[in-house]
Protein backbone atom coordinates (compact mmCIF):
# COMPACT_ATOMS: atom_id res chain seq x y z
CA UNK A 1 0.00 0.00 0.00
CA UNK A 2 1.38 3.31 -0.76
CA UNK A 3 1.77 6.41 1.61
CA UNK A 4 0.00 9.20 -0.53
CA UNK A 5 -0.09 12.84 -0.75
CA UNK A 6 -2.31 14.80 -1.96
CA UNK A 7 -1.39 18.64 -2.79
CA UNK A 8 -2.43 21.76 -5.07
CA UNK A 9 0.34 22.65 -7.07
CA UNK A 10 1.16 25.96 -4.74
CA UNK A 11 1.69 23.09 -1.87
CA UNK A 12 4.05 21.34 -4.11
CA UNK A 13 8.09 21.52 -2.22
CA UNK A 14 10.68 22.02 -4.63
CA UNK A 15 11.84 18.27 -3.90
CA UNK A 16 8.42 17.05 -4.83
CA UNK A 17 7.98 19.04 -7.84
CA UNK A 18 11.34 18.22 -9.07
CA UNK A 19 10.33 14.41 -7.95
CA UNK A 20 7.58 14.09 -9.99
CA UNK A 21 8.68 15.77 -13.08
CA UNK A 22 11.77 13.28 -13.34
CA UNK A 23 9.02 10.41 -13.08
CA UNK A 24 6.86 11.51 -15.61
CA UNK A 25 10.45 11.92 -18.09
CA UNK A 26 11.71 8.84 -16.73
CA UNK A 27 8.56 7.04 -17.98
CA UNK A 28 6.83 9.33 -20.82
CA UNK A 29 9.94 10.65 -22.79
CA UNK A 30 12.70 7.91 -22.30
CA UNK A 31 11.06 4.55 -21.35
CA UNK A 32 8.40 5.11 -23.64
CA UNK A 33 10.46 6.95 -26.55
CA UNK A 34 7.75 9.72 -26.85
CA UNK A 35 9.51 13.48 -27.40
CA UNK A 36 6.46 15.65 -26.51
CA UNK A 37 5.73 18.99 -24.13
CA UNK A 38 5.50 17.35 -20.66
CA UNK A 39 5.54 20.86 -19.00
CA UNK A 40 2.44 21.84 -20.68
CA UNK A 41 1.18 24.80 -18.48
CA UNK A 42 -1.33 22.48 -16.74
CA UNK A 43 0.44 21.45 -13.54
CA UNK A 44 -0.82 25.21 -11.62
CA UNK A 45 -4.21 24.13 -12.34
CA UNK A 46 -4.08 20.57 -11.14
CA UNK A 47 -4.05 18.95 -8.05
CA UNK A 48 -1.02 16.74 -7.62
CA UNK A 49 -1.22 12.69 -6.13
CA UNK A 50 1.87 11.74 -5.38
CA UNK A 51 2.43 7.71 -3.97
CA UNK A 52 5.49 6.67 -1.90
CA UNK A 53 7.28 3.51 -1.21
CA UNK A 54 9.29 3.54 1.69
CA UNK A 55 9.82 7.26 0.91
CA UNK A 56 10.47 6.80 -2.69
CA UNK A 57 7.91 8.66 -5.46
CA UNK A 58 6.54 5.49 -7.30
CA UNK A 59 3.32 6.69 -8.79
CA UNK A 60 2.07 10.15 -9.42
CA UNK A 61 -1.17 11.11 -11.34
CA UNK A 62 -2.55 14.84 -11.83
CA UNK A 63 -5.97 15.59 -11.87
CA UNK A 64 -8.41 18.54 -12.99
CA UNK A 65 -11.72 20.13 -12.11
CA UNK A 66 -14.21 19.91 -14.75
CA UNK A 67 -13.59 22.59 -17.31
CA UNK A 68 -9.83 22.73 -16.77
CA UNK A 69 -8.88 19.96 -18.77
CA UNK A 70 -12.36 18.53 -19.74
CA UNK A 71 -15.66 19.18 -19.70
CA UNK A 72 -16.06 16.81 -16.63
CA UNK A 73 -13.30 16.03 -13.83
CA UNK A 74 -10.36 14.54 -15.31
CA UNK A 75 -7.09 12.21 -14.36
CA UNK A 76 -3.78 11.83 -15.90
CA UNK A 77 -0.32 12.02 -16.52
CA UNK A 78 -0.60 8.18 -14.68
CA UNK A 79 2.49 7.29 -14.28
CA UNK A 80 4.58 3.76 -12.25
CA UNK A 81 7.81 3.74 -11.95
CA UNK A 82 9.18 0.40 -13.76
CA UNK A 83 10.07 -1.43 -11.04
CA UNK A 84 6.89 -0.86 -9.10
CA UNK A 85 4.59 -2.24 -11.82
CA UNK A 86 2.78 -5.16 -10.60
CA UNK A 87 2.83 -4.49 -7.16
CA UNK A 88 -0.73 -2.74 -6.98
CA UNK A 89 0.50 1.25 -6.97
CA UNK A 90 -1.40 1.51 -10.03
CA UNK A 91 -4.13 0.73 -8.40
CA UNK A 92 -3.53 2.67 -5.26
CA UNK A 93 -2.67 5.62 -6.75
CA UNK A 94 -6.01 5.38 -9.11
CA UNK A 95 -8.35 5.14 -6.15
CA UNK A 96 -6.46 7.72 -4.14
CA UNK A 97 -7.16 9.69 -7.64
CA UNK A 98 -11.08 8.81 -8.00
CA UNK A 99 -11.50 9.03 -3.96
CA UNK A 100 -10.29 12.62 -4.29
CA UNK A 101 -12.52 13.89 -6.67
CA UNK A 102 -15.57 11.87 -5.63
CA UNK A 103 -15.11 13.16 -2.08
CA UNK A 104 -13.62 16.23 -1.94
CA UNK A 105 -14.47 17.80 -5.24
CA UNK A 106 -17.57 16.16 -5.01
CA UNK A 107 -17.58 14.96 -8.98
CA UNK A 108 -18.67 11.21 -10.15
CA UNK A 109 -18.08 11.33 -14.08
CA UNK A 110 -14.37 11.69 -14.56
CA UNK A 111 -12.85 11.29 -17.90
CA UNK A 112 -9.30 9.80 -19.07
CA UNK A 113 -7.32 9.50 -22.22
CA UNK A 114 -5.89 6.77 -22.09
CA UNK A 115 -2.87 4.52 -23.25
CA UNK A 116 -5.03 1.88 -25.32
CA UNK A 117 -2.64 -0.70 -23.62
CA UNK A 118 -4.01 0.00 -20.66
CA UNK A 119 -7.61 -0.18 -21.18
CA UNK A 120 -8.46 -3.60 -18.92
CA UNK A 121 -6.71 -1.83 -15.99
CA UNK A 122 -8.85 0.62 -16.36
CA UNK A 123 -12.24 -1.16 -17.23
CA UNK A 124 -10.92 -3.28 -13.84
CA UNK A 125 -11.37 0.76 -11.68
CA UNK A 126 -15.12 0.97 -13.32
CA UNK A 127 -14.11 3.23 -16.41
CA UNK A 128 -15.81 2.43 -20.20
CA UNK A 129 -14.16 3.08 -23.62
CA UNK A 130 -16.11 6.36 -25.66
CA UNK A 131 -15.46 6.59 -28.81
CA UNK A 132 -12.84 5.72 -31.53
CA UNK A 133 -8.92 5.60 -30.62
CA UNK A 134 -6.75 8.37 -31.58
CA UNK A 135 -2.81 8.66 -31.80
CA UNK A 136 -1.68 11.61 -29.18
CA UNK A 137 1.94 12.02 -29.35
CA UNK A 138 2.51 8.64 -31.34
CA UNK A 139 0.65 6.45 -28.62
CA UNK A 140 -2.65 4.90 -29.28
CA UNK A 141 -4.98 6.43 -27.05
CA UNK A 142 -8.59 6.01 -26.15
CA UNK A 143 -11.09 7.95 -23.68
CA UNK A 144 -12.52 6.13 -21.16
CA UNK A 145 -15.62 7.29 -18.61
CA UNK A 146 -16.11 6.77 -15.21
CA UNK A 147 -19.87 7.81 -14.03
Do not use: W
Amino acid sequence: MLSIRIKYFDELSINELYELLRLRSEVFVVEQDCVYQDIDSKDQKAVHVLGYDNNKLVAYTRLFKPGDYFNESSIGRVVVREKARGSGAGYDIMNASITFINDVLKKFEIRISAQTYLKKFYNNLGFKEVGEGYLEDGIPHINMIRN
